[in-house]
């Protein structure tokens, strides 16, 4: 009786992780570029019930009797389909178009890869520099940060479908200035780990990063939008509603098995 009792537990622990991630996707509902994450379950050892696979006359049994010993979290992964593209009001928003990460350097040192294209120009001690949100400096094609000299003024800097950064000339021609900026690509982006700020971080399981542009990827960088948060509210209170429904059951598991120990306790000889 007392392996029920743990197998319901290992339900309702399993179900509590699943509704931390439900709740962790309806806060960054309005997330910029944030992708919705769900809980994949997989069942635990199973004990056999029955040693010998023969029966008494040597012929095999049809089925054997294994009984499960309940479910864990799996993994946690996360859907990177495209959100919608709002208009945004920002004069440095850019969302992506298909597929690719924006590139900024961390203040660690690292590079963080994101989807929010919500920046600014800040200025520096060479001139002015495309930053994130947090001042954090978006890398180019090369991998550097990008750097104007003071002799720009910051509002006529663009950046078009190619990722291409324009300045007009005297005859307000957009002048291409040389400058890139870098989208990153890779093997298994569902693999990335999560960090602060929307950023992912390269890890093992995501592979190395390529270091591309819009045109090689087959993307285009969107002036004057943001990528929404791919979040389904509905799709989510549905599976808030299975979650709870589940994490109730398994309850209602523990409830049961403690009554009949409880009655087994009664007997009486």
């Known amino acids: 009786m007392m392996r029920s009792l743990w197998t319901a537990a290992t339900g309702m622990i399993g179900q509590q992780t699943n509704l931390d991630t439900i709740a962790n996707n309806l806060s960054n ?33 049809p089925v054997g009797a294994e009984v499960g010993l309940g479910t864990r979290v799996g993994s946690i992964s996360s859907s990177f389909t495209q959100g ?47 930053t994130d949100s947090a001042g954090n400096p978006v890398l180019d094609t090369a991998g550097n940060p990008i750097n104007l000299n003071g002799n720009y003024t910051t ?17 307000n021609n957009r002048q291409n200035l040389g400058i890139q900026v870098g989208l990153a690509y890779f093997p298994n982006a569902g693999g990335l780990d ?9 890890s093992e399981a995501s592979g190395a990063a390529t270091i591309s542009t819009a045109t090689a990827l087959g993307s285009k960088i969107k002036s004057g939008y943001l990528e929404a948060s791919n979040v389904q509210a509905a799709d989510e209170m549905v599976n808030m509603i299975i979650a709870q429904r589940a994490y109730e059951m398994n309850s209602k598991a523990i409830q049961a098995s403690d009554e009949m120990l409880q009655q087994a306790n009664n007997l009486r000889s």
């Open 29 to 61: 509902i309005n997330t910029t570029g944030y992708k919705t994450q769900a809980a994949n379950f997989k069942t635990l050892i199973y004990q056999n019930l029955q040693k010998n696979s023969y029966t008494s006359t040597g012929d095999p049994k």
């Open 84 to 130: 919608a593209l709002n208009a945004s009001n920002g004069e440095f928003d850019y969302a992506i178009e298909g597929d690719g990460f924006f590139m900024v350097r961390l203040s660690d040192g690292k590079i963080g890869y994101t989807r929010n294209g919500h920046f600014n120009m800040a200025v520096t001690g060479n001139g002015i520099a495309l």
């Open 155 to 171: 509002s006529k800097v663009a950046i078009d479908l190619y990722g291409n950064l324009t300045y007009p000339d005297a005859t």
């Open 194 to 202: 999560k960090s602060s700020e929307s950023n992912y971080l390269e």
